[in-house]
């Protein structure tokens, strides 16, 4: 039977439940329609955008009659930023909705029963949670602003008045760089042309050390009066660290290497009692109050006696595997990024760890050469991107028959895609999972399981 839709039709649909990606679901006849601004409950005219075999996309245009949990948003750009999903989601249907999508992954995708599946744990701030925020430069009739690309829309920006999600202090860091773009009157570069100079700011904060770091991104050029943006961002106490790069490609891109126009290299940041360096383009999770109870979780999950060799896989800049090294006889980490790696030694180090070694290489082929160097692991932690363990660095992960494997995952579909495989093909048991959720207002996920091989 065909598809009961074409493209460009429009259609009053009934949203039922959210798809993991944020798109509401909807069933036409029977047939699947993923509805972008759809939300759970709500009644919508929507016109087809995407028609395939098996589903259809649309995006609503009218809201007909309001689902229950639909709440007045807090942001005033909200429906038109592309940063925040389903802001007008109440918090608590947020969190029901992503533990029903980790519960569908394990049950739908890797056809797996009875897994032990906790109830997710909510963010303890729904708002101001994030430590690290990229804003693009955008022309206005008043000069250059920052702000959001429009949501679905790659080549517009939208001007950002308030970001809910950073904090009072993080919103005055980009203003005071607004201000001073305007007083220089530079270009702001146009994607499409590729014409301008100003690009993108970065900010980071350190949350629990009150200490932010900067980044401003530019096309090639000499940067007219640095002075003057440090003069500027200077006016706020906690700015440390003012960085700037340049970007001379056309993707929009921000990790790059940068030249310190003043103050300290790297700001720290402290989770779970230590130090981190944070460096322009160090990797940490963008909510620290969120990163101490994922890294708590794989603390509990782990269950370190001080007797274990641990693998830390993927490890970044070292903040799980430090985390677990107090609790363990050794841990020994790899990581792809040699960046990474040199962070996690100077983390490791920054907080007298003797017990933790970092190595650069690819986890499928470094496990060769760390195995003879190391002995075998007892308990291993991976936290692969959100693509998952490749199907070669999961066959060698689960030929070292660690008895307790941690995955720490970003997206619900890889995992099941990576617990199917380690539960049917290599004879690991499913003892806990545990969603977490890190990103409140947008559709990112992540889920700590616990993997064990039977006694």
């Not at 995006?59 to 309001?66: F, I, W, Y």
């Not at 999600?165 to 007083?183: C, D, K």
Request: with cysteine; glycine share 8%.
């Amino acid at each position: 039977m065909g598809a009961p839709v074409k493209k460009h039709d429009e259609v009053d649909l009934t949203v039922d439940s959210l798809a993991f990606g944020g798109n509401g679901v909807a069933r036409l006849n029977g047939f699947v329609v993923f509805v972008r601004r759809g939300l759970p409950g709500d009644v919508v005219r929507a016109q087809v955008t995407r028609v395939k075999r098996g589903f259809a996309e649309a995006t609503a245009l009218e809201l007909l009659e309001p689902g229950p949990n639909r709440v007045e948003p807090r942001c005033s750009h909200a429906g038109i930023c592309g940063g925040c999903r389903f802001p007008e989601l109440g918090y608590e249907a947020q969190v029901d909705a992503k533990a029903a999508q980790v519960r569908d992954a394990f049950e739908r995708l890797a056809r797996l029963e009875n897994v032990p599946i906790e109830p997710m744990v909510p963010a303890r701030s729904p708002y101001e949670y994030r430590n690290k925020l990229e804003y693009s430069f955008t022309e206005t009739p008043d000069g250059p602003a920052l702000g959001f690309h429009r949501a679905g829309r790659w080549d517009e920006v939208m001007p950002v008045q308030r970001c809910h999600l950073t904090t009072p202090r993080g919103n005055a860091v980009r203003e005071a760089v607004v201000g001073w773009a305007r007083s220089t009157e530079l270009d702001v570069y146009d994607q499409a042309a590729h014409e301008g100079y100003l690009r993108h700011l970065v900010v980071r904060e350190g949350r629990n050390t009150d200490q932010v770091l900067t980044v401003l991104v530019t096309a090639p050029g000499d940067l007219p009066d640095p002075n003057g943006l440090v003069e500027a961002l200077r006016t706020i106490p906690e700015v440390k660290s003012i960085h700037w790069a340049i970007n001379d490609r056309p993707a929009e891109i921000t990790n790059l290497p940068t030249d310190l126009l003043w103050g300290e290299e790297a700001i720290e940041e402290e989770i779970c009692g230590l130090r981190f360096r944070v460096r322009p383009n160090a990797f940490m999770q963008t909510n620290t109050e969120m990163a101490a109870v994922l890294y708590e979780t794989v603390v509990e999950f782990a269950a370190l006696t001080g007797d274990e060799t641990v693998y830390d896989l993927y490890a970044g800049t070292g903040t799980i595997g430090l985390v677990l090294a107090p609790h363990a006889l050794t841990v020994w980490g790899v990581e792809l990024s040699e960046e990474s790696v040199a962070c996690a030694i100077e983390n490791a180090s920054l907080n007298g760890l003797v017990n933790a070694a970092y190595f650069a290489g690819d986890v499928a082929e470094a496990l060769e050469d760390l195995v003879p160097r190391s002995g075998a692991p007892d308990v291993i932690v991976v936290d692969p991107p959100r693509a998952g363990l490749p199907k070669k660095a999961l066959a060698r992960v689960a030929e070292l028959n660690a008895k307790r494997l941690v995955y720490v995952s970003c997206n619900p579909t890889t995992l099941a895609a990576n617990a199917k495989e380690l539960v049917e093909a290599h004879g690991y048991e499913i003892e806990r999972v545990r969603p977490v959720d890190m990103f409140p207002h947008t559709p990112h996920i992540e889920t700590v399981t616990c993997f064990a091989l039977p006694d």
